[in-house]
């Protein structure tokens, strides 16, 4: 099978979590002997990487915000062109490319990846004026190019794979005309993200090795953005110091609430206890992730939440926030503690249980390896969309 995948990032030279999973997708389906061509952005010059079955187009487009829209709609012409002269068997859209460009379905059956939906600019738009205007010119960019081309002409997808159940039904949800819910769920499918389980256990084992794993360490990974909760966590973190005076807060990101946060934790006089470390290159986060040992993901919305997966990985129960997405990734596989990080009690006791119940913690962390291993593996992600694929073609 020959399959073309549309991505705005892609390694080396963008990165991102869309980016990572397009790669280890790519990669994926190499390894089972697929041909795989990948349409992408860069901001330099055009070039093509080409390694037989697995090549990459990676096209100039400018560095000026919003940049995913400027390559969606100045190089339409040329990513059309390559996806006429390569014929895929199916196409794969990892952005929105196919809202900007709709008539690109008509060269082949189209599966189009959807990583988010509508509670996320709900959320932001509740929690602060950053968050707020951050959305609102997100939905202005991405939303009304795609609505004003869909009155000239819709995209014809031919399988719509949701990263969760969450995400699916959320997004279906808003569907009001019950007939089109119905078709667009028969077109419908899930596919969670993988990531490369055996590769983060070597860095595991090799951090465990040579600095040994700091059992009253907690660490969050992520944007430093309102609906991150970060803040309810540092609030809550106080009371766990109070009980487990070792405990260690290691705060991994950047964002524009960075300021707010370094101020409360001096504010609260937890500076010898909470490590700010910005943002860090993904192979040193995973080595401080290795080196703690629980993950807390307070975000009040995700819609799938890789770093979880990459906690599972390498065995680490996760805290997060009683929403959705933690209802399906934590609550159901019974590898952590799911709670109301607006609580600040709450959200206290459940860390100082994981710190502190070593029966309850090995329960957890057996659990979160046999889901990483079954569930959240590249190998699952890639088999998953071969499926996809698959039934794409056949609807087509």
Request: charged fraction near 25%; glycine fraction near 6%; aromatic fraction near 10%.
């Amino acid at each position: 099978m020959k399959i073309a995948v549309l991505t705005a990032d892609y390694p080396p030279h963008l990165g991102g979590g869309v980016g990572s999973l397009a790669y280890e997708l790519a990669r994926g389906l190499v390894r089972l002997n697929h041909e795989v061509v990948v349409v992408t952005r860069w901001f330099m010059i055009d070039e093509v990487f080409n390694d037989g079955n697995y090549k990459v187009h990676y096209l100039m487009a400018p560095r000026m915000p919003p940049k995913d829209v400027w390559y969606y709609i100045l190089r339409m012409h040329r990513v059309r062109s390559i996806l006429l002269r390569e014929r895929p068997d199916v196409i794969h859209d990892l952005g929105v490319f196919t809202g900007f460009q709709p008539w690109v379905t008509r060269i082949a059956p189209t599966v189009f990846s959807v990583q988010g939906s509508p509670q996320l600019g709900l959320i932001r738009r509740m929690l602060g004026f950053w968050d707020n205007l951050r959305s609102i010119l997100f939905e202005i960019a991405h939303r009304l190019p795609p609505t004003l081309m869909g009155l000239l002409k819709r995209p014809e997808i031919a399988l719509w794979v949701y990263i969760s159940r969450f995400v699916m039904m959320d997004t279906l949800a808003w569907i009001r005309d019950e007939e089109l819910r119905r078709r667009m769920l028969n077109k419908s499918m899930i596919v969670y993200n993988g990531v490369d389980v055996n590769a983060l256990r070597r860095v595991r084992d090799k951090v465990v090795r040579e600095l040994g794993v700091d059992e009253h360490s907690i660490v969050f990974i992520g944007r430093l953005m309102e609906y991150k909760g970060v803040k309810f966590l540092v609030r809550a973190f106080r009371h766990v110091v109070n009980e487990v005076p070792d405990a260690k807060l290691h705060i991994i990101g950047d964002g524009p609430i960075y300021g707010d946060i370094r101020n409360l934790i001096v504010k609260l006089g937890l500076e010898r206890n909470v490590t700010m470390h910005g943002a860090l290159p993904r192979p040193k986060a995973m080595e401080v992730l290795a080196e703690s040992a629980v993950l807390t993901h307070p975000s009040l919305y995700e819609s799938f939440g890789m770093v979880i997966s990459e906690a599972y990985a390498m065995g680490k129960p996760v805290i997060t926030h009683r929403a959705g997405y933690a209802v399906e990734l934590v609550e159901e596989p019974k590898a952590g503690l799911v709670v109301n990080v607006l609580n600040e009690e709450e959200y206290a006791n459940a860390m100082i249980t994981l710190l502190t119940d070593k029966d309850l913690y090995n329960k957890f962390s057996q659990r979160a390896s046999l889901f990483a291993e079954e569930k959240l593996s590249v190998e699952a992600m890639v088999n998953g969309y071969v499926n996809a694929y698959k039934r794409a073609i056949n609807n087509a």
